[in-house]
């Protein structure tokens, strides 16, 4: 078997591969024109813009392989639009309905009319890897129109519903399709492998193509994401990313919320290391009852040599305390460091490499890993940290093993792009962490749990109280699962 230049096995095959495609090209054609639509298509479409509009911000600069008749690429309201498709009808129809975006006949094996106006921030090949001709050819292809933050989403049908959509076809239920591959998440993502691509994100949805009123919207927006609906959705959603390079040595700035821990601060100066290509300590003071803000001021005057800054908050709480320190830092590598150093900073060389080396976009802090001090958490806090664990590692679809640790990690970039689409979720965390991982989640960066020895205090009491905010964190759950999970 000959192999062509891209590692595929079918470059030898041109007839046959022709043929294929215009095999396709002619019943994409038809399809424009209004023959062989299926009735039951108009609810799977509605769910996908719904699922896209939560993965793809507004604004962005969007690209969509396989695009149609353009409806899902205009629903993202991208600022750059880009739909390529190889049947002439399919752009015809496009082109009418959305004439503000920009559109491109092409075969998806060969993008290059598309690479003068890239790199693009997101890639969508939206129902259409199980429809081609050489997948593995396709995606070497897509990779070419990447950078390193683009997201490539890919959604398709599972193997289960084969029979149930050939029958919904011959009843003129379904849209008419050709005889397809039938690739499952797995296979897909050797797929992604050999062309630099990895995987984020995996989720599944979509049980009832039906218009049925209190049905359709309890077994689509909530059924279909819980045990045992689950296992038999229509869709897989996968997200997946450029593999990412080491870069060179960056700036870091760790940024130390503190309220009543005078007696930590001196540490806290002491045995944070240097990092990358220099540290900074950013001290953000917060309606303190003990001598903290001038225990900060003293300990940064008697440190001339290193690069310390002093702040007090203007609100209450960490999360709004984490928001001035990123605001006034300056590195490239924004780290929180709680105060109370019940997380050792020196394991903070760790976060940071996970990040220059490209293999994280957000570290998390995991204390439920190694044993920890016998005071350093109570019985009460580790069963309510293990719930949200699982319930984030659920709602998120990412593997998500202590959503409390104070001890996060992202690029400034990362964080900018956070920050600049908070409003999808507000500003209802005094925390700090969900509104982080919230965002991560909105943008599919890539997560990655560090396991750190979690200690004892060695000063001062608490700021947390378990029973008040352990039922704000439930309502933050609730209100989380509204915007991500049940859309």
């Not at 305390?321 to 997380?343: P, Q, S, Y």
């Not at 956070?418 to 507000?426: L, Q, V, W």
């Amino acid at each position: 078997m000959s192999v062509d230049a891209s590692g595929s096995p079918f470059g030898s095959d041109e007839s046959a591969r022709k043929s294929y495609l215009d095999e396709r090209r002619s019943q994409w054609n038809s399809v424009a024109l209004g023959n062989g639509a299926g009735s039951l298509s108009g609810n799977y479409r509605a769910w996908l813009q719904r699922i896209y509009g939560f993965l793809v911000p507004p604004g962005l600069r969007v690209c969509e392989v396989g695009c149609g008749g353009g409806d899902l690429l205009a629903a993202l309201k991208p600022s750059f639009g880009l739909g390529l498709d190889f049947s002439p009808a399919m752009l015809d129809k496009a082109r009418r309905l959305h004439p503000e975006l920009t559109w491109a006949e092409c075969d998806a094996h060969d993008l290059s009319v598309a690479l003068q106006a890239g790199p693009f921030d997101v890639v969508i090949l939206s129902d259409l890897v199980n429809d081609l001709w050489d997948v593995q050819k396709v995606l070497s292809e897509v990779k070419r129109l990447c950078a390193p933050h683009t997201r490539v989403i890919f959604n398709f049908h599972s193997h289960l519903w084969e029979w149930p959509l050939r029958l919904a076809q011959k009843l003129g239920l379904a849209s008419l399709r050709l005889e397809q591959s039938w690739l499952t998440p797995s296979d897909l993502r050797g797929m992604l492998e050999l062309a630099d691509l990895e995987q984020v994100r995996l989720m599944d949805g979509f049980l009832w193509p039906l218009g049925t009123p209190l049905l359709e919207p309890l077994l689509n927006r909530c059924l279909a994401y819980l045990w045992p609906f689950n296992a038999l959705t229509l869709c897989h959603v996968l997200i997946c990313r450029p593999k990412a390079c080491a870069q060179p040595p960056l700036k870091v700035s760790v940024i130390i919320p503190a309220r009543n821990e005078a007696g930590n601060i001196e540490a806290a100066v002491a045995r944070t290391p240097q990092m990358g290509s220099g540290t900074e300590l950013v001290f953000v003071e917060g309606n303190s009852t003990d001598d903290t803000w001038e225990t900060i001021q003293r300990v940064v005057a008697s440190h001339p040599e290193l690069e310390c800054r002093a702040y007090q908050q203007p609100g209450k709480g960490k999360g709004d305390a984490v928001r001035v320190g990123f605001a006034k830092a300056t590195g490239d590598v924004l780290m929180i460091l709680d105060a109370d150093l019940t997380v050792p900073p020196e394991v903070l060389p760790v976060f940071y490499e996970a990040i220059r080396s490209g293999k994280a976009e957000f570290v998390n802090g995991v204390r439920l890993v190694y044993p920890q001090d016998k005071k350093a958490m109570r019985f009460c806090n580790l069963l309510a940290n293990k719930f949200f664990s699982l319930a984030f590692t659920w709602l998120l679809g990412v593997t998500i093993k202590d959503t409390l640790c104070g001890t996060k990690v992202l690029s400034r970039e990362s964080y900018a792009r956070i920050a600049a689409n908070r409003h999808y979720f507000g500003e209802f965390d005094p925390f700090g962490d969900y509104d982080l991982l919230f965002g991560a989640a909105r943008l599919n960066l890539k997560v990655v749990d560090v396991p750190v020895r979690y200690k004892e205090r060695t000063y001062g009491d608490t700021n947390i109280s378990r029973w008040r905010d352990g039922w704000l964190l439930l309502r933050m759950v609730a209100f989380a699962a509204r915007r991500i999970k049940f859309l």
